[in-house]
């Protein structure tokens, strides 16, 4: 006899909604599918916002922590499709990737670097855009020749902006000991080029300007969408909700799951379930009769 799962009302939500997602998904209706998506991020979206007042509260103003809450809902529609509503609660499997977000934000953007270190990590930090422009995988000595700096300069700028925000030089140096083999620049070429199409597919022109500017190519981090919105003249809300937009278009691309994500996240075997309480039929018929009819 099949072992019954308890689930908690929350697990029954989400349980149901994915359930419905996967039926819409495989009628290709992105539209109906992305509603339940967002409705299932309101679900959860109070928890997120009581953790972020939690962990960045006293070092944020309201306009840093919207940019907060935008980063945790990408991470949200990322993992959903990873979550499984019959093994844990939607809280306990998200809460550890919302803290990843609030932390990496303090990080980037509130934790700060000696005046020598961060011209030392500017240096760097143009030194490695230069060569990724060129082409060129740098390495140790190259980024020494080039800044003026000595290797144990470099390498202490690099362990010092491990905790702080200066670029990412401490990620891009993790390429410098390493020249890509063949086959790896290879593998690199293809993924630019599949996600270089998806982006064409997904997006009109003004999307992908938008796009464009939050990647921000040329510059150490991410455009700030009051950045964007000042550069633009659209309204702040109307830039994030459109970056968003294509994200979520993105992250439902037939041919990027295809190159980076080979897993199919409904493909487990539904175990029955049983419900906590004489209530479950109740409110499942009333979550199908607010969330998919007309």
């Given amino acids: 006899m099949d072992e019954k799962v308890t689930l908690t009302k929350e697990q029954q939500v ?88 609030i932390s990496k934000y303090l990080r980037n953007n509130k934790a700060h670097l000696t005046q020598y270190d961060a011209n030392n990590a500017r240096k760097i930090s143009a030194a490695i855009a230069e060569y990724n422009q060129c082409g060129i995988q740098y390495t140790l000595d190259m980024l020494s020749t080039r800044t003026g ?27 410098c000991a390493k020249e890509l083999t063949p086959e790896e620049t290879i593998e690199k070429k293809e993924r630019e080029e599949t996600l270089y199409r998806a982006i064409e597919r997904n997006t009109n022109p003004e999307e992908l300007r938008l796009l464009s500017l939050r990647i921000n190519v040329n510059g150490r981090k991410e455009m700030p969408f009051d950045k964007i919105a000042e550069c633009t003249g659209i309204p702040i809300r109307e830039v994030k909700a459109t970056i968003n937009r294509v994200i979520c278009r993105l992250n439902q691309d037939t041919e990027l799951r295809k190159q980076f994500r080979n897993h199919n996240p409904y493909s487990c075997v539904v175990k029955p379930i049983s419900l906590q309480d004489t209530a479950g039929d109740i409110i499942q018929d009333q979550m199908l009769e607010s969330l998919f009819q007309a």
């Avoid at 299932?40 to 972020?52: D, H, R």
């Fill in 14 to 101: 989400f349980f149901l909604c994915m359930k419905k997602m996967k039926m819409l998904e495989d009628e290709g209706n992105i539209i109906e599918f992305n509603k339940i998506r967002f409705f299932l991020w309101e679900k959860i979206k109070l928890f997120a916002k009581k953790e972020m007042f939690r962990m960045a509260g006293n070092y944020t103003t309201a306009e840093e922590r919207m940019d907060i809450e935008q980063d945790m809902a990408l991470i949200f529609f990322e993992k959903l499709p990873f979550y499984d509503p019959l093994r844990t609660t939607p809280t306990t499997y998200f809460v550890r990737y919302f803290r990843e977000q």
């Fill in 149 to 175: 700096l000595t290797q144990k300069v470099i390498k202490s700028t690099i362990q010092y902006s491990a905790n702080a925000k200066l670029a990412s030089v401490e990620e891009a140096y993790s390429l």
